[in-house]
């Protein structure tokens, strides 16, 4: 008897669990969608340095999706939820993958400083908002389940049994999958656009970053920009979401039709693979050219200290001098962003002595960041010294960072300018003009960015319009510390290599420094012995400069295939609309 009821107490205690868990499981779904959305920004953050899990691009966005087109049928303000449900997603997003502009709080010693990451993605969740939205506007309508009068029908009704029920439901026609696909691609690939220019503009890590280190994939890029890889990564999570919907309401039927919308998407992925490897294998005519760039890795608190000064010319003298010494010689030395502790044109200033005498003692140019002073105004600055200092190029920055480099508005709200003041106490002015470096040997014309210049396609594409067929890279990304902000830097680089098909050289003050290729494949990096590049030295070798001077399509039009997905989300947005009201 004990035993009996024992196991019965036992069963009702199971069962109760098991109502329990059920009961739990129910009150949990109505969250869902958020915990979709949010799973959506987590991936997003996966996809890119430091973690690196590229793969995660395909994915990413197929949470959002699910929760955008299969939660919320029965809310008042749907679209106003779909849009709520992007910006979740863009919040997550944005705070993980800008999480490295905390480091600022660390540097500055600044508690408010680590909050920089939420208030930025506060600003840029609006994008993922704006496409969440989208979703909810061009999504099909519910499948209904009618009786369909077939011949597979007619033999279930002789037989006395009931017709069956076939679905009838736009997800099981490709034409209309692969419409959606486009749609939702073109609207990624606006917001990812205007994201970059709007305000003055923070384009990094679209999706299609995401894919930086596989080269062979990413040549696209030189029709249409990094923001055609977006579009191809958007247009396979949207077809990633229609398939499986697709596959079960055909199993219910046992109905299969072609799978045009699947097979044309992974067509076109391996076409992307196919087509990356034949490029690569005709390379064009160039140049050897023999380059080392120097890695100082000064601490940022040193960097304008007058007692460090001594210091700061020690290790630069000591590293190039290990830089000149390379057989075959080197043709352009390269020093990073800010270099020097004061202005280099300044025939008073200690740094100006330096430079000259160190020019005088060596034959071979030398490239460097310095800020650069003209009648009263200030600039960010790239210098090419050559002729043993008798010859002195200067390149001023065209493209400043807001709150970095400027105070956005710093006059009209002087209660905003007095606090920030305190991290930026003065503004950069902004340069006039693509100033071309050229070489002692005549053949080769840098393109001199600076710092975050390199991540911007359509400033890069200007300098080779006028002629530049190799782009270097002065950075300081010692602001970030040892974050994941300079791989992140290097990752949005690479692809104006393939965009312009020119190669880059990048001399970085904590790193990455590194040589990158025309089809955007890193083909030097320099490391310690643990292969961190948080480190100190010199990175020597030699650069395929292309003699050609062909112009890519990219280079040639710019962002014109990012225009053409904007003007097709117009239509898109102003056609929908109105046929809703129609309705």
Known sequence: MRSNRAVGANKRGAGAADVREVSALRKALPFWPWLAAITSGLLGIGCFPPFNQSWFCWVALTPLIAATWFSGENSKRRWLRDLLLGYVAGIVFFTGIFGWLGSLGTLFENFWLHGLPLLLSLYLGMNFAFWSWFCGLVRPGLTKL??????????????????????????????????????????????????????????????????????????????????????????????????????????????????????????GVVGLLVFGWQVARNPSQTKLLHVAAVQANIAQQQKFDPQFTAQIFDRFTRLSEVALRSNPPTDLLVWPESSMPDPVRDENGESYRFVMNFSASTKTDLLLGTIDLENGHDYNAAALVSDAGQHVQIYRKLHLVPFGEYIPLRHSFPLFAVVASNWVPGDFDVGKEYTIFRLTSGDVQVAPLICFEDTIGELTRQFVLKGANLLANVTNDGWFLHSAGSQQHLANAIFRCVETRRPMVRAANTGVTCFVNEFGRVTQLLQDETGGTFTEGVLAGEVNVPQDRQLTFYARHGELFAKFCACVTAIAIVTSVALRKRL
Not at 150 to 166: F, H, N, Q, V, Y
Not at 196 to 210: D, M, R, T
Not at 225 to 230: E, N, R
């Open 146 to 267: 009618e009786p369909t009068k077939d011949k597979w029908s007619e033999m279930l009704e002789r037989a006395g049994k009931p017709a069956t029920a076939i679905p009838t439901s736009p997800w099981l026609r490709s034409t209309n999958n692969l419409w959606l696909a486009f749609l939702l691609a073109s609207a990624w690939s606006t917001h990812e656009w205007i994201r970059g220019w709007l305000f003055g503009g923070f384009g990094w890590n679209g999706l299609g970053v995401a894919l930086w280190a596989k080269w062979p994939l990413i040549q696209i890029a030189q029709f249409t920009g990094v923001i055609g890889l977006s579009f191809v990564i958007a247009f396979v999570n949207v077809i990633a979401v229609t398939i499986p919907l697709r596959l079960f309401l055909e199993a219910r039927t046992r109905r299969m039709r072609p799978h045009w919308d699947i097979n044309f998407t992974m067509l």
